[in-house]
């Protein structure tokens, strides 16, 4: 493995680690060991982004490698009814505590979004056992299934699944690009899409949930903090936009006689960042599939997915009303037609006080700040106290290869996260 083109200047695995004399005395070497090799799944040579998108033979090597950080600490590996995988510290029970993310990626994204936090937990793991502690209850390490949605459309499956958010027939029949069912991409993978659904036993085992993140943006760089603790999620969901024309000649038709959904498709997008912008919040077009996709072809359909975000839920709500007025008004000037779909939403998200309130006892008064990053943590808040430690973003960059962490931030979130365990575990 080329560890130079995997990491950039300062990583840990451009350094070379002494032998451990423990756990304790030797974290940056046990993260750089742990991370070098996860980091070579899943990576595009040619972008230097990640896809690992769910139950594809990436996400297998994922999942195989979890299951094996488990076995190398004799934790007990379970996979639940939804194709979530758990590692337990002591026998799985009601009310134990749990950290852990997620292992997939969006189309090119980075390293860090995800699974910092499953080795986070790990490792974590390993610093409370060098250190003696007896954990009072049960501690498990989570990855939870296609937290990011790409394959599929929909994101957080794994934990809208386990709490009853996402209805299993709708998930089974959630179709990929190329026409696949999430039913028969699990088959394919060995799992069984029969079981999936809210699953009460695996929910009643989280008593609490701590999940640790790279952070999504730069308020911790501008406050100076390694670490930080969440406050909230905005809310945020994904719509979808289907403009439907008439397929023509490129050459022979002229515009005065075009059915073209090209257009309305390109002022809603130019519309929505307008639009966003007046009203505080963000939107984004970041997916598009246009059919017949040819060159010298007039579309027929254009299918274009909206993310959109705000600070509260009526600004959401408002913004896309706004936007499909004008997705509608420029589809009838256009001679097209236009349906809008919400796929997804998630509300917002304050989390737990009384989590939040000890964890930034414990870190010494660690910065607070929200979030417009959707998380797993998010939808579990529903169900469970829950919390999050953001980790620092030097660029602030996200969802690209040029994601960021230092390797002493990294060991600081660690660190963090072992603290956070140990006290809510011997309380």
């Known amino acids: 493995m080329d560890t130079e083109q995997l990491f950039p200047p300062g990583h840990p695995s451009m350094r070379q680690a002494a032998a451990p004399s423990s756990v304790e005395g030797a974290l940056d070497g046990q993260f750089q060991r742990t991370w070098e090799f996860l980091a070579g799944i899943g990576r595009n040579g040619r972008t230097g982004g990640y896809r690992r998108f769910a139950w594809t033979a990436v996400d297998l090597e994922l999942r195989a490698w979890f299951a094996e950080q488990a076995s190398q600490r004799g934790m007990d590996y379970h996979c639940d009814r939804n194709g979530n995988q758990w590692a337990w510290w002591g026998a799985p029970a009601t009310g134990a505590l749990v950290t852990g993310s997620h292992l997939d990626s969006v189309p090119d994204g980075g390293v860090y979004d995800g699974p910092l936090g499953v080795v986070s ?66 088959q394919r993978a060995g799992a069984d899409p029969s079981t999936m659904g809210r699953d009460d036993e695996a929910l009643s085992w989280i008593g609490d949930f701590v999940e640790l993140h790279v952070e999504q943006g730069q308020r911790l760089v501008h406050l100076g903090a390694a670490v930080g603790v969440a406050t909230a999620i905005w809310p945020h969901g994904r719509w979808r936009f289907r403009f439907e024309g008439e397929a023509n000649h490129a050459g022979a038709t002229r515009l005065v006689d075009r059915r073209d959904p090209m257009l309305p498709f390109a002022s809603t997008v130019l519309a929505a960042r307008a639009l966003a912008e007046q009203a505080g919040a963000v939107a984004t077009v970041g997916k598009v599939h246009v059919v017949p996709n040819g060159t010298n072809a007039i579309p027929s359909r254009v299918d274009a997915w909206l993310d959109s975000r705000a600070p509260d839920e009526t600004t959401v709500a408002d913004l896309v009303a706004a936007i499909t007025t004008t997705a509608q008004r420029a589809a009838s000037s256009a001679d097209t037609t236009v349906e809008v779909t919400r796929e997804s939403y998630s509300p917002v998200v304050d989390f737990d006080a009384r989590l939040r309130n000890r964890i930034h006892e414990v870190l010494g008064g660690v910065p607070e700040l929200p979030t417009g990053a959707g998380h797993d943590a998010g939808i579990l808040s529903a169900r469970v106290p829950t919390a999050m430690l953001f980790v620092r973003n030097p660029t602030g960059v996200s969802h690209s290869p040029a994601e960021y962490a230092s390797a002493v931030d990294c060991v600081a979130g660690v660190r963090a996260l072992a603290a956070v365990l140990e006290d809510l575990s011997c309380r």
């Open 121 to 186: 937990g790990f490792l974590a793991v390993d610093l409370l056992r060098a250190r003696g502690v007896e954990p009072g209850r049960p501690i498990a390490v989570t990855n939870f299934c296609d937290e990011e949605g790409a394959r599929f459309g929909v994101a957080c499956i794994g934990s809208q699944l386990l709490t009853g958010v996402l209805d299993p027939d709708r998930a089974r029949g959630l179709r990929d690009v190329d026409g696949h069912t999430l039913a028969e991409s699990m």
